[in-house]
């Protein structure tokens, strides 16, 4: 892929990332109601509240507060957590690698198995398995995945409890890991049982958060692919003697992938901002979990940076699909 | 379907033709009967609950639903942990949800639809302005948006709802603006146009009415969407306080004690998966039976 | 004729799954010997594309084989397993269509679409795979074909694609080339150019080609010997000479009167006579009843058995 290509689609992030930070940061300054008044302990007086604003910054003007901390971000800082009174940056990289895991796993299961599925149902188009295919896609829509993730917490955490539903790693392991990868750590030092328990935690919160982009996925990938089927290249495949499955992978499957791509591609920043609901209910120690708490208590240097985090994940998994529709379709490609 | 191909174009006919396709639709049927069953707990909830859903009993804590051993008469589906009656906290559960549905529903139905018609119809740079705005709406996950919203707005049950229409009003807006572009460029409401109507008046009187049974369709779906979104808020906490009996709340504090008590969870999550599959089914039976194209 | 390379034997197809498919072919007898170039003419609709497709298998799924046989030297193309057909596609029967703007696959380089059929049916490795389909570019006069081969199909012109594709047809040294109007979609100039081709590379590999065309002028310039169809029946055929020097059949001479040429004033140019047409449709629905009847004749035999 040509330099000049990445770098064109690096600096079109930039004024999203400006935009983002803008919005947040003026939008949780309207805030009604005072995350200081929170904070303040029983008898405190109004020095010490003067002096808890002055420690956060509250009481310069918006403006002067948006460029202080504009200018501490870009020097990575981050402010101070307002209830869990540590760095913001700190706590944001401690929770980071969880989160990255487990939607890295979720877009490879989506992908997958939503290309599986759509190959299934072009394989078997006007037939049983296609009608297959249909229902499980469509009952998969039709249920939205918070209810999805709750549902696997009843049928395999409880009532068949084959799967752990909590957490990331069973504690009782006491395992330490240098880097908060736990999965990639445990894989690369070659510890399988370890490897197996971060596995077993990951399958489910990682299958709920992939269920609506395997719908997806499935739909898209296999309505292009049977237009596809029908073009004159295809024929071409068959008049050279090609078998049906060679046909379907190996002419087909990239140019479906392409309007695939295209349609579904916003469908990958959905899984991103699934990760926080989807976090909280299987308890899992990421940073969406961490953006309801900091929520909850108004911790704002907490969800400044949170949101902030969220926007550049967004901005990267977009270019990496705009790279990924780039590499496939060779006419963009130059 | 068939009911269609019966009616003449033009006048009441259609009316009634469509109101009788429906009443032969099972979706319609399936969907009409879910919705109606929730409305009725929802108003009846004090008659039809067994207790008051806020009375504690710590001695009956975690009692189990009425089949399985160490159950109590009184308790059909059980108690949660601080010993409330399930069944009565399901039923005045509704009572959130139907409001949920209704209201912030509506809302954003009528944000979505001004904003919409006034786009489709009068084009140029309101047109850009909104369509603008719907795709940088577009662009940002709902459950994140919505949280972030909450946190601005503040916890409580308005707050839910008037996130919920900040967030969906786009669903109504797109489709509206479309529809509206299609319906413009016919005969009628150019003859309208000539007959020397304001503006104003023909998206009123000919552009609305026949964007009403797609609106109907919408407005069903997003009613369920809005169930889900209040459940999901107060799942997190960040919706009524925790006291209140709300299905989130109650897979909430089920799903803490899952492993000793699986029915605190299992009915709420019981009672969502009923009530959004209902609330689609009717938006997708009203879509087939008032959409002349689909019926043809 | 079984030292026929393609001997096609009372074909009779029909489209639609109703009671009553609609027939589009009515016995088609043709049959293209080796070396040989057989222009199979008619208008659109006349059902000629769909006597090549059936040799290739690509039949749209609406259209079925009613009767007949479509014999590749003596064995039935219809008739035999999958597998045995795949082998012989792409390797001894052969496609040039008539599109090369659509007929190759968008994402991937034109040295993968060459080299696939020589590793698929000759089992080639890559490297001399590509060696091989380098000689081949070359051979349909194909400038910088090492260039080409990295290339990618939007990268190169109407009549270069064409040019691949005639590659890729003659790659593995086929005995029969069915070319569905393979000059239809280009323009006048490099119509020429590849009607040259086709004839100089056909000439050095003794290969018989099914030509099929709705243009008596290309048919004038490249085929041996021309059978003309109508409404789904082939009306006449013969050697090529023959024929352009003395059409028998009416309808023949009336494609010929309705063809322009540069050897006859514009205003000499004369659509087929509308009579023709009904009388020649008349005859084909007539052949349909016939055909009915002798489907009931035989139904009644095995009945009363």
């Known amino acids: 892929m040509p330099a000049a290509f990445v770098l064109k689609r690096l600096a079109l992030a930039v004024p999203t990332l400006v935009g983002v930070a803008v919005i947040v940061f003026v939008l949780l300054r309207v805030v009604p109601g005072d995350p200081i008044a929170m904070m303040i302990p029983p008898g405190a007086t109004e020095a010490d509240i003067a002096n808890l604003r002055r420690v956060y910054g509250l009481d310069s003007s918006i403006l002067q507060q948006f460029l202080q901390w504009a200018g501490q971000i870009l020097q990575g800082e981050f402010g101070t957590s307002i209830s869990m009174r540590r760095d913001v940056l700190d706590l944001i990289l401690g929770r980071l690698p969880a989160t990255l895991e487990l939607a890295v796993a979720a877009i490879l299961l989506a992908v997958a198995l939503g290309t599986g599925l759509a190959l299934l149902g072009t394989w078997g188009q006007g037939g049983p398995l296609e009608v297959l295919v249909d229902g499980f896609t469509g009952l998969t829509l039709a249920i939205p995945d918070f209810l999805w993730g709750l549902i696997f917490i009843l049928l395999l955490g409880v009532a068949w409890p084959i799967l752990p539903i909590s957490g990331r790693i069973d504690p009782r392991l006491g395992v330490e890991f240098a880097t908060g990868f736990y999965l990639a750590e445990s894989l690369l030092r070659g510890e399988w049982r370890i490897f197996g328990g971060i596995v077993a935690h990951l399958v489910l919160p990682a299958v709920a958060l992939a269920l609506p982009l395997v719908a997806a996925v499935a739909r898209l990938l296999k309505a292009s692919l049977q237009a596809v089927l029908q073009e004159d290249y295809i024929a071409m495949a068959r008049a050279r003697g090609m078998g049906r499955w060679r046909i379907i992978l190996r002419e087909g499957l990239q140019n479906a992938a392409i309007p695939t791509v295209t349609l579904g591609g916003v469908q990958f920043t959905f899984l991103i901002g699934g990760t926080v609901l989807i976090e909280r209910i299987f308890s899992y120690p990421g940073i969406g979990n961490m953006a309801i708490g900091a929520v909850i208590q108004r911790d704002l240097p907490l969800i400044q940076g949170l949101v902030l985090t969220f926007a550049l994940i967004f901005i990267v998994v977009n270019l990496a699909v705009d790279m990924s529709y780039a590499a496939l379709n060779p006419r963009l490609r130059r | 379907m068939t009911g269609a191909v019966a009616a003449p174009a033009g006048g009441e006919r259609p009316r009634t033709g469509a109101l009788a396709a429906a009443l032969r639709n099972p979706r319609v049927w399936f969907g009409g009967l879910v919705g109606l069953a929730l409305l009725l707990a929802a108003v009846f909830a004090p008659l039809l609950a067994p207790h008051d859903p806020l009375q504690q009993d710590l001695m009956l804590g975690q009692l189990p639903p009425f089949w399985v051993p160490g159950a109590e008469p009184g308790y059909p589906l059980g108690t949660d942990s601080l010993g409330r009656d399930l069944a009565s906290r399901l039923i005045y559960g509704a009572r959130v949800a139907v409001i949920v549905a209704v209201v912030a529903a509506l809302a954003a139905a009528v944000l979505g639809t001004v904003l919409g018609l006034l786009a489709g119809f009068f084009g140029g740079w309101v047109d850009a302005l909104v369509s603008r705005l719907v795709d940088i709406w577009m662009a940002f996950p709902a459950v994140l948006l919505a949280i972030v919203l909450v946190a601005v707005i503040g916890t409580g049950l308005e707050a839910v709802i008037v996130a919920i229409a900040v967030i969906d009003w786009t669903r109504f807006c797109r489709v509206i603006r479309a529809e509206t572009l299609v319906q413009k460029e016919q005969d009628y409401v150019l003859a309208a146009r000539t007959l020397g109507l304001a503006r104003l008046r023909t998206l009123y009187s000919e552009v609305l009415p026949n964007v009403m049974p797609l609106l109907l369709t919408l407005l069903t779906l997003e009613m369920g969407i809005a169930i889900i979104v209040e459940a999901i808020l107060s799942f997190v906490g960040l919706s009524i306080s925790s006291d209140e009996p709300t299905w989130g709340g109650l897979i909430a504090e089920g799903r803490q004690y899952v492993h000793d008590a699986w029915w605190i969870m299992s009915f709420p999550i019981l009672c969502l998966i009923v009530v959004v599959l209902g609330l689609n089914a009717l938006g997708d039976g009203l879509r087939r039976v008032l959409d002349p194209v689909m019926r043809r | ?305």
């Open chain 3, 1 to 305: 004729m079984t030292d026929a390379y393609l001997d096609i034997a009372g074909l009779h197809m029909a489209v639609g799954r109703g009671r009553r498919p609609l027939p589009i072919l009515r016995g088609v007898d043709l049959a293209v010997a080796p070396g040989e170039v057989h222009g199979l003419v008619g208008e659109s609709g006349a059902g000629k594309s769909m006597v090549g497709r059936t040799v290739l298998g690509l039949l749209p799924p609406a259209a079925r084989v009613t009767g007949g046989t479509v014999q590749y030297r003596g064995r039935d193309l219809l008739a035999m397993p999958v597998a045995e057909r795949r082998a012989l596609l792409g390797a001894k029967i052969a496609l040039i269509p008539q599109d090369p703007m659509t007929a190759l696959n968008p994402v991937h380089r034109i040295g993968r679409q060459v080299t696939d059929v020589l590793r698929l049916h000759l089992g080639l490795r890559q490297k001399p795979a590509l060696a091989r389909a380098e000689e081949l570019l070359a051979a349909v006069q194909i400038r910088e074909p090492g260039r080409v081969l990295r290339q990618y199909p939007h990268e190169l012109s109407g009549g270069m694609r064409q040019r691949v594709l005639i590659a890729i047809a003659f790659a593995c040294d086929p005995d029969l080339i069915v070319a569905d109007e393979p000059t239809t979609a280009l323009d006048v100039t490099v119509q020429r150019q590849i009607l040259r081709l086709l004839k100089e590379m056909q000439g050095r590999a003794g290969t018989a080609i099914l030509f099929v065309t709705h243009d008596l002028g290309v048919v004038s310039k490249i085929c041996d010997r021309v059978s003309v169809i109508h409404a789904g029946r082939i009306l006449e055929s013969g050697a090529a000479t023959e024929i352009f020097a003395a059409p028998r059949h009416a309808y023949t001479r009336a494609l010929f009167a309705a063809t322009p040429r540069y050897d006859r004033p514009a205003d000499a140019l004369h659509p087929i006579p509308p009579a023709l047409l009904s009388a020649l449709w008349a005859e084909a629905h007539e052949a349909d009843r016939d055909e009915a009847d002798r489907d009931a004749a035989d139904r009644a035999t095995e009945d009363g058995r």
